[in-house]
């Protein structure tokens, strides 16, 4: 069964530090990989994916995240942290059998609360 | 923002009451997705349609019926509920599934009473 870990609840930042959100992954298959950001009383919203290819995909926002194949990684990073950055974020997974295959549905973790302090 | 649009925004039913969430999406997406969003919990994916056809209907209980007249509407209709079905529900819309990222609307707030 695929899954999603998100092992912090909440992640405590100094503004102008760098930020990393951890996401481990277990699937089956290639896992397609996303990261989402929900502000306060508003849905969620796509900063980055990895699908093929670079190990680092770059998003919105100044986020970007590494794929790691052998630690079954896909931590969340920013080199400098904004108080607006201050949101939970969510990584959710895909599992694909042979890319083009069969696919399952978005699988997401429970959310990490990151708080940016000035 | 995003595309998505959800209406009401909040609502407080009461257990024995009836009523529905509209969700609209302006993107020209094929796939469409309810989602349960509660406190301390994953996201839970309820129903999935896929060029109006329902893909995926992840055991919700029948307390929840979907319905989706086209690729662009999505309504989720509610009656008998429970308290513990108080949270947040959430729609989005993707091109399809696989690779592609889903776009979310700002959620309707549910309160049962």
């Known amino acids: 069964a695929q899954s999603v870990a998100q092992p912090e609840d909440q992640v405590n930042v100094a503004e102008g530090n760098p930020l990393t959100v951890k996401c481990t992954y277990s699937v089956s298959g290639n896992p397609y990989l996303f990261w989402y950001v929900q502000y306060p009383n508003r849905g969620l919203q796509f900063l980055l994916k990895?699908?093929?290819?670079?190990?680092l995909v770059k998003g919105s926002y100044g986020f970007e995240a590494e794929f790691n194949k052998s630690q079954t990684s896909f931590h969340l990073k920013k080199p400098s942290a904004l108080v607006s950055d201050s949101a939970l974020y969510f990584c959710?997974?895909?599992?694909?059998?042979?890319?083009?295959?069969?696919?399952?549905?978005?699988?997401f973790g429970k959310g990490t609360k990151l708080s940016v302090k000035p | 923002e995003t595309g998505v649009t959800q209406t009401p925004r909040h609502l407080v039913m009461g257990m024995t009451n009836k009523k529905s969430l509209k969700c609209e999406q302006h993107l020209g997406h094929n796939a469409m997705y309810w989602y349960k969003q509660s406190a301390k919990k994953p996201l839970e994916l309820m129903f999935v349609y896929n060029f109006k056809e329902q893909t995926e209907n992840n055991s919700v209980p029948s307390r929840f019926s979907p319905e989706c007249p086209n690729s662009s509407h999505l309504f989720l209709h509610l009656h008998t509920l429970q308290p513990e079905d108080s949270a947040l529900y959430l729609c989005a819309s993707s091109v399809g599934q696989g690779a592609n990222e889903q776009y979310f609307g700002p959620g309707t707030r549910l309160t049962v009473t």
């Open positions: 990895y699908i093929t290819g670079d190990n």
């Open positions: 959710a997974v895909r599992h694909i059998m042979n890319y083009g295959g069969s696919q399952g549905n978005l699988i």
